[in-house]
């Protein structure tokens, strides 16, 4: 399983200010070079269930189980100006289903109460075995680890199956089943450290493996080779690294920094994969492209979008969303590497502080090569789209929905090859090994079938492993 980082919000003052970034070059720079990568369904985005009674549900975070179901820790307020709330635990009755069923309130550790700012992050580890809660208690913060099968089955719970570490956090990615990446703020700036989970929780040990992090917390997460990347999410720092910088560090310059408790340095660090948004929320999808979320809430700058970026020695390429319909100043992201869907939710409705209640979560998905109308099926009307725009190479640019499935910015014989090729794939199944030609089909192909044949044509990596400290 992908390791993931799936942030949720912290933005409760300037001391607290953890996914923030100022514009380090605008938007519109990006590019989209990566136009056919993935394409927004309005139609699969979801409201999570409002409150069950009365109160207001405070933010909400997402994670995936190892067989693609959602599980979410969303907070209960009572009263939607008091600071502690009470965390329910669901789970999706099904891969897909949005149908999300109460589990029961996730029991605390002794003395301990729970942000109305909602959790810190939701982590499932790479085999599915374990999950960990950062509980986003500003006083005493707190991490939980617990077996899966333990935190959904209820009557486990009476015997506190969770354990709690006391230990300074802000968002978190797994390395292995034992060893949990921790971005957390440290003095002026932040810091990354590994806990072990298997050590004591009266005794934690959890040293830091990148230190001098000259702003506030960001993400962390690995890639396929192992190594690590983190971000300064707000710069605090004169002549430091900006808001937003990702930089990456080598699977076997972090694994020396935990065995010999010698941290790495960020800012002198000159591997800089990029400096966007806040890298407040960092994801690598199954193609090993990186996902970053984040935004600029206080600082006015670069917000209302996340990315899907291509890192390339040469220059990244760039993928840009916005789904929202409305403003919103950052976006919390959450990868299914099961399903390849990307969901992005703004945690608060409208301005800061104030309650959610029937959160909005919008899913972006790869489309189907061949897939024009984005239903999740390769047939005749796509087809029929690609045949109503055939030879169509004006402004505005071309899409896969406009039957430019090669993203050339014309539609020809080459984008029909491609739906040819993929003829009768679905979401579920493989490509059919034929095409077939349905007499109404084969009337339309008549007429174009001349003019696209005259014109020119046109890995995932295994995840490595290594020894890290026992």
Do not use: C
């Amino acid at each position: 399983m992908t390791r993931h980082s799936f942030i949720a919000a912290s933005f409760v003052a300037a001391s607290f200010i953890a996914a923030i970034a100022l514009l380090s070059h605008p938007v519109a720079a990006l590019g989209n070079d990566l136009i056919n990568l993935y394409d927004e369904f309005p139609e699969k985005a979801f409201h999570f269930p409002t409150s069950p009674g009365p109160g207001y549900r405070g933010p909400t975070v997402f994670e995936n189980l190892a067989d693609g179901r959602l599980i979410a820790v969303s907070t209960l307020l009572d009263d939607p100006e008091a600071f502690v709330g009470t965390p329910e635990l669901y789970v999706e009755s099904y891969v897909g289903s949005r149908d999300f069923l109460y589990v029961g309130d996730l029991p605390l550790d002794a003395g301990a109460s729970w942000s109305a700012f909602g959790g810190a992050f939701l982590e499932v580890s790479p085999d599915g075995s374990r999950v960990a809660i950062g509980d986003n208690d500003f006083g005493t913060p707190r991490v939980g680890v617990v077996d899966t099968a333990d935190l959904l089955n209820v009557t486990a719970w009476a015997g506190m199956p969770i354990d709690w570490f006391e230990v300074p956090h802000f968002t978190a990615s797994w390395w292995d089943n034992q060893f949990l990446a921790i971005n957390a703020s440290a003095g002026a700036g932040s810091q990354v450290t590994f806990l072990d989970t298997l050590s004591s929780p009266a005794s934690p040990i959890n040293p830091t493996v990148i230190g001098n992090i000259g702003g506030a917390s960001a993400a962390v997460s690995f890639d396929a080779e192992g190594n690590l990347y983190t971000g300064n999410g707000y710069d605090t720092a004169v002549g430091g690294s900006d808001t937003g910088t990702i930089k990456r560090f080598e699977a076997a310059d972090w694994a020396a920094a935990l065995v010999g408790a010698t941290p790495l340095d960020f800012e002198a660090e000159t591997t800089v994969i990029d400096t966007l948004l806040s890298a407040g929320g960092l994801e690598f999808d199954n193609d090993g492209n990186l996902i970053v979320g984040g935004g600029d809430y206080f600082g006015g700058g670069q917000t209302d979008f996340f990315s899907v970026v291509l890192i390339n020695d040469a220059a990244n390429e760039y993928r840009v969303f916005d789904p929202a319909t409305d403003t919103v100043s950052q976006y919390v992201i959450v990868y299914n590497e099961v399903t390849g869907e990307i969901l992005a939710y703004e945690p608060f409705a409208t301005e800061f502080g104030e309650a959610v209640d029937n959160t909005l979560v919008h899913v972006v998905a790869p489309r189907l090569a061949g897939d024009a109308n984005g239903d999740g099926s390769v047939d005749g009307l796509d087809y029929l789209v690609w045949a109503g725009n055939f030879g169509n190479s004006e402004p505005p640019a071309l899409t896969a929905s406009d039957g430019d499935f090669n993203g050339d910015g014309t539609v020809d014989g080459n984008d029909y090859l491609i739906w040819a090729g993929n003829y009768g794939a679905s979401l579920s199944s493989p490509p059919a090994a034929a095409v077939p030609e349905p007499a109404a089909l084969l009337l339309l192909a008549t007429g174009v079938s001349a003019l696209w044949l005259r014109r020119s044509p046109r890995s995932r990596i295994m995840a490595a492993t290594m020894s890290a400290r026992t």
